[in-house]
């Protein structure tokens, strides 16, 4: 039956939960500053009544967990926000910082190089026979070469630095994903006893926040407190106390850029979150824009040159080049399993060549398809001989079997215009060679020749889906600062959704100094009760002893 004593007992849990509940706001206030922590609360329940007498009579009460203020929903929001957030902010990085390379806002750029060297053209064309006015057109015309390759360069730079940065990302991923696979080990093996683990828990999930930064993740809880963790579309990379390894790879068929790879397969394109999917679209915007101004370069020395071997210069040369001419390039797809290759390839007729790329397909070792991947059109179609050349649109290619034939598909890659802008030099070097007549009894008066190279400013190249040089290469700028402001203000789109995710976060988990105050008032008022009832608990132990 309920005694003196059970009074006493009581008022010890009452005290005993109050010094408890106190603790935990101390800690709470104590960590009101820490990034990341999550406000945590004493969980008090009534203990077990006992029967006396017919009745049940209470036994006081106690603590029965120590759990967090959390909300698992709010913070999934939070973390897809921050990834998508930094998605946004490093792919804008990447091509803010092509738009400084291709700036054409200072006079310098491209566009006022080839005006310069247009207008060097007409100059000449209004006395062809000047020595200064040939001399300028060498000179803008190096001018504008050099441009072209410092463009180039600038813009490897940029791809050399996102696959930099690709790589470092990928350590640091690894890194933490092994951080949450030892804290799961551990909060698993805390509460396996019944014990929230709530300060290791408050780590992982600013470690799950920092990897959602770099990387879009999904995650799942299993019962015994331990967090899986999936990226891209599905793909483990921490599962419980395991993890697998991202890496990242150089893609021979996509220009040197990274490929994400995790257990060895490629991931790349199925990852749409986080600053690793924002530098590695940056790096293949920049790679595609380089593309568009190789095919620039390309068109500027193929219609100068074409029309410049057929005119003469001072000293009666005919048929020579302005520029240097843009070289082959082929590469064997990285997937071929036969063993032939390129050995040679060149071009044979300048103006037949149409500035787009193509892949000469193997269906059989003897049976190959030419396919104009610009267009996805075929070109011609052939038997195989090994040496023999392979001849299309102005360009002359040969494959030879080296430690065996080619094999059913197998792919080569054909390009006249991919490092065009990179070598773009100027031929000659005479002033007399600048070929202004359209013939040699005309000299030195004849400016016909020197008129129809200033007129390509302005005439529409079918390479450039019939648009004129300049208005080609506004095109890519005008591009260019489209995919910049878009960036831009999604990113800012995705700040504000952030911001608003952590305050709602903050909220619901972070510390309240006020709310902690009161819980402080709360908390002594309960334990100045309790020390009542044990001081009255006490008077009347001395009553009754008073009373023997």
């Known amino acids: 039956?309920?005694?003196?004593?059970?009074?006493?007992?009581?008022?010890?849990?009452?005290?005993?939960?109050?010094?408890?509940?106190?603790?935990?706001?101390?800690?709470?206030?104590?960590?009101?500053?820490?990034?990341?922590?999550?406000?945590?609360?004493?969980?008090?329940?009534?203990?077990?009544?006992?029967?006396?007498?017919?009745?049940?009579?209470?036994?006081?009460?106690?603590?029965?967990?120590?759990?967090?203020?959390?909300?698992?929903?709010?913070?999934?929001?939070?973390?897809?926000?921050?990834?998508?957030?930094?998605?946004?902010?490093?792919?804008?990085?990447?091509?803010?910082?092509?738009?400084?390379?291709?700036?054409?806002?200072?006079?310098?750029?491209?566009?006022?190089?080839?005006?310069?060297?247009?207008?060097?053209?007409?100059?000449?064309?209004?006395?062809?026979a000047a020595y200064p006015e040939r001399v300028a057109?060498?000179?803008?015309?190096?001018?504008?070469?050099?441009?072209?390759?410092?463009?180039?360069?600038?813009?490897?730079?940029?791809?050399?630095?996102?696959?930099?940065?690709?790589?470092?990302?990928?350590?640091?991923?690894?890194?933490?994903?092994?951080?949450?696979?030892?804290?799961?080990?551990?909060?698993?093996?805390i509460e396996v006893l019944g014990t929230s683990a709530n300060d290791l828990r408050d780590k992982r999930t600013v470690l799950l926040q920092e990897m959602a930064q770099i990387i879009d993740i999904q995650t799942v809880e299993t019962e015994q407190g331990i967090v899986d963790v999936s990226v891209g579309r599905g793909f483990s990379l921490v599962a419980g106390r395991t993890t697998q390894e991202i890496s990242t790879q150089s893609d021979t068929d996509n220009g040197g850029i990274r490929k994400i790879l995790i257990g060895g397969t490629d991931i790349s394109g199925f990852i749409s979150g986080g600053s690793m999917s924002g530098v590695l679209e940056g790096v293949n915007y920049v790679k595609d824009t380089l593309e568009k101004v190789d095919l620039l370069a390309a068109t500027v020395i193929k219609e100068v040159n074409t029309v410049h071997r057929g005119g003469y210069g001072l000293d009666s040369s005919t048929g020579s080049d302005f520029f240097k001419v843009m070289s082959v390039t082929s590469a064997s797809r990285s997937q071929n399993t036969?063993?032939?290759?390129?050995?040679?390839?060149?071009?044979?007729?300048?103006?037949?060549?149409?500035?787009?790329?193509?892949?000469?397909?193997?269906?059989?070792?003897?049976?190959?398809?030419?396919?104009?991947?610009?267009?996805?059109?075929?070109?011609?179609?052939?038997?195989?001989?090994?040496?023999?050349?392979?001849?299309?649109?102005?360009?002359?290619?040969?494959?030879?079997?080296?430690?065996?034939?080619?094999?059913?598909?197998d792919v080569f890659s054909v390009s006249t215009t991919s490092g065009a802008a990179r070598s773009m030099a100027v031929e000659i070097s005479d002033p007399n060679k600048v070929a202004a007549a359209s013939s040699s009894a005309t000299l030195p008066g004849d400016n016909t020749n020197a008129l129809a190279l200033a007129a390509l400013r302005d005439t529409a190249a079918s390479s450039l889906s019939d648009s004129t040089l300049a208005d080609y290469y506004q095109g890519i700028i005008s591009e260019i600062g489209i995919v910049v402001n878009s960036a831009d203000t999604n990113y800012s789109a995705q700040k504000t959704i952030r911001d608003q995710l952590q305050l709602t976060r903050d909220n619901i988990s972070?510390?309240?100094?006020?709310?902690?105050?009161?819980?402080?008032?709360?908390?002594?008022?309960?334990?100045?009760?309790?020390?009542r009832l044990v001081s009255t608990a006490d008077e009347l132990f001395r009553t009754l002893i008073n009373i023997r």
Not at 80 to 100: A, F, I, P, R, T
Not at 141 to 165: H, W
């Open 510 to 531: 972070g510390v309240s100094v006020e709310e902690e105050s009161i819980n402080i008032i709360r908390l002594q008022t309960a334990y100045q009760a309790a020390a």
């Open 338 to 409: 036969g063993g032939a290759s390129v050995t040679s390839a060149s071009i044979t007729s300048l103006g037949s060549l149409t500035l787009q790329d193509y892949e000469i397909r193997f269906s059989s070792a003897t049976a190959y398809t030419v396919v104009n991947t610009s267009t996805n059109s075929v070109v011609t179609s052939g038997t195989y001989s090994s040496g023999s050349a392979i001849t299309f649109d102005g360009l002359s290619v040969t494959i030879t079997d080296q430690s065996g034939t080619p094999l059913a598909g």
């Open 137 to 189: 057109v060498i000179s803008t015309g190096t001018v504008l070469a050099d441009q072209f390759v410092s463009i180039d360069s600038r813009a490897r730079a940029l791809i050399d630095a996102g696959n930099e940065k690709l790589d470092n990302l990928a350590v640091k991923l690894n890194s933490l994903a092994s951080d949450v696979a030892d804290l799961n080990d551990k909060i698993a093996a």
């Open 1 to 128: 039956m309920p005694t003196i004593n059970s009074v006493l007992n009581i008022a010890k849990t009452a005290i005993q939960t109050s010094q408890q509940g106190l603790n935990v706001t101390a800690q709470n206030l104590a960590n009101v500053n820490t990034p990341g922590y999550t406000r945590q609360q004493a969980v008090q329940t009534n203990a077990a009544a006992v029967p006396s007498g017919g009745l049940y009579f209470g036994t006081g009460v106690t603590v029965e967990a120590i759990q967090r203020v959390y909300d698992s929903f709010v913070e999934k929001q939070l973390r897809d926000s921050m990834s998508s957030m930094e998605y946004y902010g490093s792919k804008g990085q990447v091509v803010s910082n092509l738009e400084g390379v291709l700036n054409d806002l200072d006079g310098t750029g491209l566009s006022a190089v080839m005006d310069d060297f247009f207008n060097a053209l007409n100059d000449l064309a209004n006395d062809p």
